[in-house]
């Protein structure tokens, strides 16, 4: 069942928008392309909130503290899983600590 569209009519710097939601499709639980909606929508709340990814991790360096010539970036380590009741979205907090000294 497809629904009607939503228009939104916005101003932004002066100049005035018109945004139109289109209804496009429905995923299920069992769909396949939810895992992808779920990575795609972590990886864009990542960059909103200034977090750089470091292999399979994310962290903020903008937040990073130091203590005793370390820098201690705070992050988070996400992963989806499919299971047999539907998704499983697991969000563990992880920090990563960078040594500031040179060698000379």
Do not use: H
Not at 40 to 56: A, D, P, Q, S, Y
């Amino acid at each position: 069942m497809l629904q009607d569209d939503i228009v939104c009519e916005v101003e932004f710097d002066e100049q005035p928008y018109k945004v139109t939601f289109s209804w496009a499709k429905s995923i299920s639980e069992k769909d396949p392309e939810l895992y992808t909606f779920y990575s795609v929508f972590f990886k864009n709340i990542m960059r909103r909130l200034n977090f750089e990814r470091v292999g399979r991790n994310c962290f903020n360096p903008k937040k990073a503290k130091v203590i005793q010539g370390l820098e201690v970036w705070p992050g988070f380590y996400s992963s989806i899983q499919k299971v047999e009741e539907g998704a499983l979205i697991q969000i563990d907090l992880t920090s990563k600590v960078i040594r500031k000294d040179t060698l000379m």
